[in-house]
């Protein structure tokens, strides 16, 4: 879990007025499994926005594209995902990220001359 949804939920466990150990309730205060959220929240936001239907899983591969972007260290993004290696990362996602590294050397040769080595 990233530390920006770690913040979030936190704060809005401090915030609950009841006293349900669970983050997220249906309106009567049960836990939601996947199912209500498919049905009753993911697909009529997505019909709401105007967006084309697609899996609530399908939200891991955006995430795991935008890391990479991002240049978020490859070992984190695996481990974040839950897979064992790098290399799932790199043979899946990595294609989809054309921009997210130079194939030049560019990048490094610019760390070089400005001694940014943290």
Request: net charge positive; proline share 6%.
């Amino acid at each position: 879990m990233c530390d920006t949804l770690y913040e979030v939920l936190s704060r809005v466990m401090t915030s609950k007025t009841d006293d349900s150990p669970f983050v997220f309730t249906t309106p009567k205060g049960k836990p939601i499994d996947t199912h209500y959220i498919s049905q009753k929240l993911w697909y009529p936001t997505l019909k709401k926005a105007g967006l084309k239907r697609r899996r609530p899983y399908e939200t891991r591969h955006t995430a795991a594209v935008l890391h990479i972007a991002a240049h978020e260290n490859p070992l984190y993004i695996s481990q974040m995902l839950g897979h064992s290696d790098t290399r799932l990362l790199f043979d899946v996602y990595a294609p989809y990220v054309a921009n997210a590294s130079r194939r030049d050397g560019s990048a490094f040769s610019k760390m070089m001359m400005e001694g940014n080595l943290q």
